[in-house]
Structure formats: C-alpha cells, structure tokens
T-cell receptor, first 119, second 114 residues
Framework: AQTVTQSQPEMSVQEAETVTLSCTYD???????LFWYKQPPSRQMILVIR????KQQNATENRFSVNFQKAAKSFSLKISDSQLGDAAMYFC????????????????WGLGTSLAVNP | KAGVTQTPRYLIKTRGQQVTLSCSPI?????VSWYQQTPGQGLQFLFE???????NKGNFPGRFSGRQFSNSRSEMNVSTLELGDSALYLC?????????????FGPGTRLLVL
C-alpha cells in the first residue's frame, strides 16, 4: 500500500524568505501523480501544485515549485518570497495513475505541515 | 464558475442520531469524492461516486453511506453517530473518474457529535 510521510509537523519562515517543505512517499508503482494542497484556517483545501511522475521536469506555479526526486521518492515544496497569506497547513498527497477499477482513485495524504509566516 | 459547495457548514448532533451532508460539485464535474479529516487520523478517503454509481469505497463501517444524483450532487449519510465521527467532512469534485483529473475541494462540513 502506498504511504505519504511529512516529517515536519511545524515550520516557520520570515516574510519574503524561502522555505522548503518535505514529503516522501512509498509506492511500487511507476506512474502516479503527486500534489501539494494548502489548507488555511478557513479549512478550504486549495490545490497548490501538481506533478506527474512521468515528467522529469519539476512543476512550477508562480512562487511555488517542487523538487521531485523519483528514485528517492521525494517530493518537496519550495515557497519563494513567502507572504503572510501563505500561512496554512500544507498537505502532500499521492494518487495512482492506474486506470483499473478498484479502490485506487483516492488521494493518499500525509499528515501535513503547519507553516507559520512571521512578519 | 462556482466552486464546490457543501451544506451545512456546521452541525452539532448527539450520539445515536443520523446526519446527512450535501455536496454540489463544480458545474460539469461528474465525479465526487468524500474525505474525513480528523486531528488524529488526518485525511481519509470515504468513497467516490461517478454517474450515480459508487466506484470506490474506503475502510469505513457501513454506517457511512452515500449517493449521487443525476445532476451529480452527492449526499453522504452517517447513521448511529458516535463521538469519533466528529470531524471535518470534505467533498471534492473532478470532471471525470480518471486518475489524471485534479480534485477540487469544497469548504467542508464540520460535524460535532456530543
């Protein structure tokens, strides 16, 4: 079974600085999708960035980028020029790319990293 | 385009009661998934519906059930509530059931069982 581990329960960063959140996962599959979601105090789960495992190029969305190391099964999120609005829980999630029927379309989640942004 | 909506946003129930939560997906989205979020267990998959059919189910007891209507709106029901059912219930929609589809989440329903 696939698992997702976020080893940093809490992190903090100064406004305008850069922070990296870690995520590792375990799977025997070769094709899958990885996501970072943000959950601010409003509890709304917001997609930050998505990575397809078959793509070697790391995904980037404005100030957010990932470092995807497939062999190491690592998927870290880098937030550049941190802003106060970035303060939230960040969740790493995995989803298989297999199209077979069964209980495999679900997102498998890490326990999250709480990010504080200090002014 | 309107996002995923969930009603009600907050609920307080007592043990033994039942509850029904509603989710309206993004227009054009036909797949709806439900997740339970608790501080202890994190986010756990409940079930997924596509075209009114349950496609996947997580490891939850039979007290948790759901359905999807022809307009893709979905409901989940929890019968005989237990204290441990207190959680944030999140609904997510996507265009299809393909695994390449990104899921977009609603604001959640916070359920408190007393």
């Amino acid at each position: 079974a696939q698992t997702v581990t976020q080893s940093q329960p809490e992190m903090s960063v100064q406004e305008a600085e850069t922070v990296t959140l870690s995520c590792t996962y375990d799977t025997s599959e070769s094709d899958y999708y990885l996501f970072w979601y943000k959950q601010p105090p409003s509890r709304q789960m917001i997609l930050v960035i998505r990575q397809e495992a078959y793509k070697q190029q790391n995904a980037t969305e404005n100030r957010f980028s990932v470092n995807f190391q497939k062999a190491a099964k690592s998927f870290s999120l880098k937030i550049s020029d941190s802003q106060l609005g970035d303060a939230a829980m960040y969740f790493c999630a995995y989803r298989t790319a297999l199209v077979n029927a069964g209980n495999n379309r679900k997102l498998i989640w890490g326990l999250g990293t709480s990010l504080a942004v200090n002014p | 385009k309107a996002g995923v909506t969930q009603t009600p946003r907050y609920l307080i129930k007592t043990r033994g009661q039942q509850v029904t939560l509603s989710c309206s997906p993004i227009s054009g989205h036909r797949s709806v998934s439900w997740y339970q979020q608790t501080p202890g267990q994190g986010l756990q998959f409940l079930f997924e519906y596509f075209s009114e059919t349950q496609r996947n189910k997580g490891n939850f007891p039979g007290r948790f059930s759901g359905r999807q209507f022809s307009n893709s709106r979905s409901e989940m029901n929890v019968s005989t509530l237990e204290l441990g059912d207190s959680a944030l219930y999140l609904c997510a929609s996507s265009r299809s059931q393909g695994t390449q589809e990104t899921q977009y989440f609603g604001p959640g329903t916070r359920l408190l069982v007393l």
